[in-house]
């Protein structure tokens, strides 16, 4: 192979690696905008209380409304698309658990998504499926895009 060719391969390669590596600002942006809670499970009994809800994203913040408008949670969320399912962990700096992260599995379609996640109980791991059986410590939420 002539050295210019192996040159340029090689700075394929590394542009190619570099972006396989860059954080998923698409899997962020892809979630922007005010979801509302329709449906919501915990330790595998409804979860009314959730439902109303909002979860907001903007750039790699996170915030949640109650039904009335006030704040919740609100902090930094990060995703992870290299697992199946996609992990999201949400690190709080408002509200009852600053300094506490919630540790999750989301999907997303469309206008739907899906979030599974130990935040009635942090102790837990991250979820590995989309339910919350009694005694799991996970919630299971549905949200549809509001705005």
Same mark, same amino acid.
Request: proline share 3%.
């Given at each position: 192979?002539?050295?210019?060719?192996?040159?340029?391969?090689? $700075?394929?390669?590394?542009v190619? &690696?570099?972006?396989?590596?860059?954080p998923?600002?698409?899997?962020?942006?892809?979630?922007?905008?005010?979801?509302?809670?329709?449906? !919501?499970?915990?330790?595998?009994?409804? !979860?009314?209380?959730?439902?109303?809800?909002?979860?907001?994203? /903007?750039?790699?913040? #996170?915030?949640?409304?109650?039904k009335? /408008?006030?704040t919740? =949670?609100?902090?930094?969320?990060?995703?992870?698309?290299?697992?199946?399912?996609? !992990?999201?962990?949400?690190?709080?700096?408002?509200?009852?658990?600053?300094?506490?992260?919630?540790?999750?599995? =989301?999907? &997303?379609?469309?206008?739907? $998504?899906?979030?599974?996640?130990?935040?009635?109980?942090?102790?837990?791991?991250?979820?590995?499926? #989309?339910? /919350?059986?009694?005694?799991?410590? =996970?919630?299971?939420?549905? #949200?549809?895009r509001?705005?």
């Amino acid at each position: 192979m002539h050295p210019l060719t192996s040159r340029i391969c090689g $700075l394929i390669l590394g542009v190619g &690696l570099v972006l396989a590596c860059a954080p998923p600002v698409n899997a962020q942006k892809a979630l922007e905008g005010t979801w509302t809670a329709t449906r !919501a499970e915990r330790d595998g009994k409804a !979860a009314a209380d959730v439902i109303g809800h909002r979860l907001s994203f /903007a750039g790699d913040h #996170f915030q949640i409304e109650s039904k009335d /408008a006030k704040t919740v =949670y609100a902090g930094s969320f990060q995703v992870d698309l290299s697992t199946t399912p996609a !992990a999201i962990d949400f690190d709080h700096a408002e509200g009852g658990l600053r300094g506490e992260a919630w540790k999750g599995i =989301y999907a &997303l379609d469309g206008d739907t $998504l899906i979030i599974c996640d130990n935040a009635e109980d942090l102790d837990k791991a991250r979820p590995a499926a #989309f339910e /919350a059986k009694s005694g799991s410590g =996970y919630i299971l939420v549905t #949200f549809k895009r509001s705005s």
